[in-house]
């Protein structure tokens, strides 16, 4: 990365000062790279770069002016001025003819500009490193299981392996980042405040990551010592300019985080934003010890004894950390698990003793350390792919759009065909014609390239804004263009130019070139047709490739977004309601819930209204091992099932159906009702072959056999709970009672509406304001609206899709009118003669259209083979649509043989009102 | 003497001056950067060199291979005796139109 920025430094600086300007900027590099390390340096370099790049005409007019050189040398090789010729005979020449070179231009940086946003976003989330020193080093902690690997790690658990590897290596903790409430100085204390995200982290996190404040001060480890006792924050600068809008007194101030006041005791660097890899990172860090003070309640498993409504810090049962391990250079990383492993096992022997089962399977669990030097990223995951198939997708469209830039340029050299073949026979040298045509063709793609940089820093705003769901969501994911993607889009840039000046070069200075000398053109003006029609055929093949893609994932889209949920889309209204952050008792937020209930039923327009713990199609869940009398799971197999808690109108709000048995009522509205509801899948699976209903089941097989078992007095028809494609999974309901839902408070509410759903959604919001001001409400949203959220990476990449296959259908089209065009140009004396011996005028027009529409079926006939192999290997990517699905190929090949034969029309038209006499005359 | 300095101009030139013997391009940059607090490119600063050393105000000559910058010479730089005329012109000037409102520009 410094070479390369060094590199241009070096070319666009002025050779009289090349010397000492690079010289200078190394001594400057190492300072700072001693005083601020080598991240900050190598950030200092590219601005610095930047700098010259802009700076440097006035640079070289600086020079040009002056009389004595101090390093007076020869001033340059043959080789480098004949270049330098070459770039200004092509420069001189594209001014000559802006349209063409306009035409050119704008194609290819629609085409280099769009791969390179595309490739900005790969590079944020797949490619880049933490911006951390030595991010090589820096690893999170895998416990690998045969059927179960784990990442949490319990509080007491990480300290313990913190201190057994002490001196060998430094270990950090961190939970996942969690939305909370937050108000800053206590404004609107009374209301809900403003959505953020926080991190909860061990006093070492800053200190491994090597950060330094922007102000104030980071997180220590002496801020994390006593439970709930440490009230004190850092902020991301992100979060800073945006609320304190980069006020330097923002140290000292008060943010409250769901209810409990935290100082403010530092800013974070702005090119630092934690350890994951999101899109919207972490707001504001605080110690974890404050994990109760903050109500922080996901991303944990706990086992055994453990108590999840007491803090979870102190509990060796209660596992929600992520741990990270800082290697030392000279230390090989399996060392440090080995040791890790040993500590872990430690541990299993004393936890043994509270849940013997638990630490058994810790006992066989093994630490693995696994490179965490470019963050954690759920998005890389699930993006990587689709980023993947966009990039290819964009690079096709390149070349698409190379191949129009490719038939100009062959155009173009036919017309200087006199001048190149007087060159040539005046002893030109053949590679230095050829050189001269690509130079041309190279400063097009340069001047693509840099326009295709401009409109990348802007579509790649567009492209994270649809894979953030909307335009206004705040996005902090930074996908600027560093030295990657710069090299990227230079390298495309070149890549383009060579190959679209290939052709023309190799056709120009080929033998027969002699021959136009001798007037033999006709001959030539067939070859030349040839390789235009050829070039065209491929841009209708890679064309028809792009839209079969894009009429894929539309299908698929349209396929996942209707699939059958199980719940009624149409009438529902849903909610959610972050009653935590209240911090009422478990009874206060009981009769929170029926006054929400009461108020919501009493509105007009709606039929029931229900809570849940999770509701339908949401991305949370809550899952439990348990087991059942009469079923023995195979080997391997974990008997697992989904559960969620719901009021009594639950089923019938979301339109969920009854299948045997009952619904709930006043009969399980005792403290010690067992009763619950369970799905057709949990049925069918567990109960075969037998009535479910009055069978027992439980988390254990001590709970199964004692009165503490859950009956079963209900079968519900199945749902699609947070995953549209795969098969339901089981699910178990729950009654939600003052005694059964004191660890998680109901955080969803369902309305269903006689009307449509959508129009109610401001009365709701106004209802639950008025009914306690305080709690926050968000995404008020038609369950069909949460569908499409499930479905948002499908609903981008069918957007993304649908556009490039728009554009490159506008491109290919604007190649086959070019081509036809010239077609028609060539051919004037022919159909003049044509005409003159009494041929039809609208045999004229099908003559050339029948020209058109042969290239079109042939590129569509590549294209049909191109496009299955690509479908094929799209595979998991479609849902629903098979590679060769009928409607998406007839569509594209319709769509594509319509258009071009719009395109072709006119210069067939052109073609049929042709003057005989005029165009034989012209011969 | 000659036309009057511009803004930059000035600063390069007190650097010069600051730096005696030790001028060259990365100190007269840091020189600026670390007193005038603003961030610049090496360019800028060699273009206004290149500039001064044309109108006469400085000269330049090339220094020996430092192993530190890989063995790449240094380009020096020192006020020619026009250039210190004109500093001194445009310091008193300076001077002469500030006298008696220090505070008051302080205040601003």
């Known amino acids: 990365m410094t070479k390369v920025a060094l590199g241009i430094i070096w070319l666009v600086t002025p050779r009289a000062n090349r010397e000492w300007v690079l010289g200078d900027t190394v001594e400057q590099f190492d300072r700072r790279a001693q005083s601020e390390g080598t991240g900050a340096a190598r950030r200092w370099l590219f601005r610095e770069t930047v700098r010259v790049v802009l700076s440097a005409p006035g640079h070289y007019r600086s020079v040009r002016s002056r009389a004595h050189t101090p390093s007076a040398g020869p001033s340059g090789g043959g080789r480098m001025s004949t270049s330098w010729q070459d770039i200004r005979f092509g420069l001189r020449l594209l001014r000559r003819s802006p349209i063409f070179t306009f035409v050119a231009v704008s194609s290819l940086a629609l085409g280099i500009g769009g791969s390179a946003a595309v490739f900005s976003v790969l590079n944020a989330v797949v490619l880049r490193s933490l911006p951390i020193p030595e991010p090589d080093r820096f690893f999170s902690v895998t416990r690998q299981h045969p059927q179960e690997p784990s990442q949490r790690f319990s509080w007491p658990s990480v300290q313990g392996i913190r201190d057994h590897l002490t001196g060998q290596a430094e270990v950090a903790a961190a939970s996942s980042i969690a939305t909370m409430q937050l108000h800053i100085d206590g404004v609107g204390a009374g209301t809900a405040g403003e959505r953020g995200s926080v991190q909860l982290v061990s006093g070492e996190y800053f200190d491994i990551l090597r950060q330094r404040p922007l102000f104030g001060r980071l997180l220590t480890s002496a801020d994390n010592h006593t439970l709930d006792a440490h009230p004190v924050a850092v902020i991301s600068s992100g979060y800073w300019r945006r609320q304190f809008g980069g006020a330097p007194d923002a140290v000292g101030r008060t943010l409250t985080i769901n209810g409990t006041p935290f100082t403010i005791v530092g800013i974070t660097r702005p090119e630092f934003f934690g350890t994951n890899v999101v899109m919207r990172h972490a707001d504001a860090w605080v110690p974890l010890m404050m994990q109760s003070s903050v109500r922080y309640a996901t991303g944990a498993s706990s086992h055994g004894t453990a108590d999840m409504r007491r803090p979870w810090p102190s509990q060796p049962l209660v596992e929600w950390l992520t741990l990270f391990v800082r290697v030392p250079k000279d230390t090989a990383p399996s060392t440090i698990a080995a040791a890790i492993t040993v500590r872990h096992h430690a541990d299993a022997a004393s936890i043994r003793g509270d849940d013997p089962s638990y630490g058994d399977r810790m006992n066989s669990e093994r630490a693995t350390l696994d490179a965490a030097g470019r963050g954690l990223s759920g998005l890389r995951a699930s993006a990587s792919t689709t980023l993947y198939v966009l990039l290819a997708m964009m690079t096709i469209l390149l070349v698409i759009s190379s191949g129009n830039v490719a038939g100009l340029l062959v155009a173009r050299a036919a017309a200087r065909e006199r001048e190149i073949a007087v060159r040539l026979s005046l002893g030109a040298g053949r590679f230095r014609l050829a050189r001269q045509l690509i130079v041309e063709s190279l400063l097009l793609s340069l001047g693509g390239g840099a326009l295709g940089l401009v409109i990348a820093t802007w579509a790649r705003h567009l492209i994270v804004a649809l894979f953030a769901g909307s335009a206004s969501a705040i996005v902090t994911l930074d996908t600027g263009l560093d030295w990657r993607v710069i090299g990227f889009a230079l390298a495309v840039t070149l890549i383009a130019g060579v190959a679209c000046g290939l052709l023309p070069a190799i056709r120009a200075t080929r033998d027969h070139m002699a021959d136009s000398l001798k007037g033999r053109a006709a001959l030539e003006s067939r070859r030349r047709l040839f390789a235009g029609r050829a070039l065209v055929v491929l841009q209708m093949a890679f064309c028809l490739l792009l839209l079969v893609v894009a009429g894929l994932f539309v299908r698929s889209l349209r396929v996942l977004t209707t699939v059958d949920i199980g719940f009624d889309r149409q009438h529902v209204l849903g909610a959610r309601l972050d009653v935590r952050s209240l911090g009422y008792s478990p009874e206060d937020r009981h009769v929170l819930y029926q006054r929400v209930l009461e108020r919501v039923q009493s509105l007009p327009g709606v039929v029931s209204a229900s809570l849940s713990l999770n509701g339908p199609v949401v991305l949370s869940s809550w899952l439990s091992g348990f087991t059942v009398d009469g079923y023995t799971p195979r080997a391997g197999e974990r008997m697992q099932t989904n559960e969620d808690l719901v009021t009594e109108q639950y089923f019938s709000t979301v339109g969920l159906r009854m299948v045997t048995g009952r619904p709930f009522g006043p009969l399980d509205r005792g403290p010690d009702s067992r009763s619950t509801i369970i799905n057709e899948t949990m049925a069918r699976k567990y109960f075969a072959g037998q009535d479910p209903i009055g069978k027992r089941w439980g988390y254990s097989e001590s709970m199964l056999r004692g009165p503490e078992a859950f009956v079963v007095i209900g079968v519900v028809e199945d749902a699609k709970y947070r995953d549209l494609k795969g098969a339901v999974p089981s699910m178990a309901y729950h009654l939600s009672g003052p005694s059964r839902d004191v660890n998680d408070p109901l955080g969803d509410l369902e309305v269903r509406t006689s009307g449509s759903p959508l129009a109610l959604s401001g009365t709701l919001r106004h209802v639950l304001a008025q009914i306690e001001p305080r709690l926050p409400v968000n995404d008020v949203l038609p369950l069909d609206a949460r569908v499409a959220r499930l479905a948002w990476q499908e609903i981008v990449v069918a957007r993304l899709t649908s556009i490039f296959g728009g554009i490159s259908l506008l491109l290919a089209c604007l190649g086959l009118y070019g081509t036809i065009s010239y077609g028609v140009s060539q051919r004037v004396p022919e159909l003049g003669l044509r005409l003159a011996l009494g041929a039809d005028r609208r045999r004229l027009l099908w003559l050339v259209m029948r020209d058109a529409l042969l290239l079109v079926i042939v590129g569509s006939a590549l294209g049909v083979v191109l496009a299955y192999a690509a479908a094929s290997s799209l595979g998991n990517q479609l849902y629903g649509v098979g590679p060769l699905d009928p409607i998406a190929y007839v569509t594209a090949a319709t769509l594509l043989i319509t258009v071009g034969l719009v395109a072709a029309y006119l210069p067939a038209l052109r073609a049929s009102r042709i003057e005989p006499m005029t165009a034989i005359s012209r011969n | ?108």
């Open chain 2, 1 to 108: 003497v000659s036309s009057a300095l511009g803004e930059f101009e000035q600063l390069v030139l007190i650097a010069l001056l600051r730096l005696g013997p030790d001028a060259y391009g990365a100190t007269v940059r840091r020189e600026i950067e670390a007193r005038a607090r603003r961030e610049l490119s090496i360019s800028a600063v060699y273009t206004t060199l290149e500039r001064l050393e044309q109108k006469g105000l400085v000269r330049s000559w090339v220094g020996d291979p430092t192993p530190e910058r890989g063995g790449r010479r240094r380009r020096h730089f020192e006020l020619s005796p026009l250039g210190a005329r004109a500093l001194k012109a445009a310091y008193q000037a300076f001077a002469g139109m500030t006298t008696g409102l220090e505070q008051r520009l302080k205040a601003l």
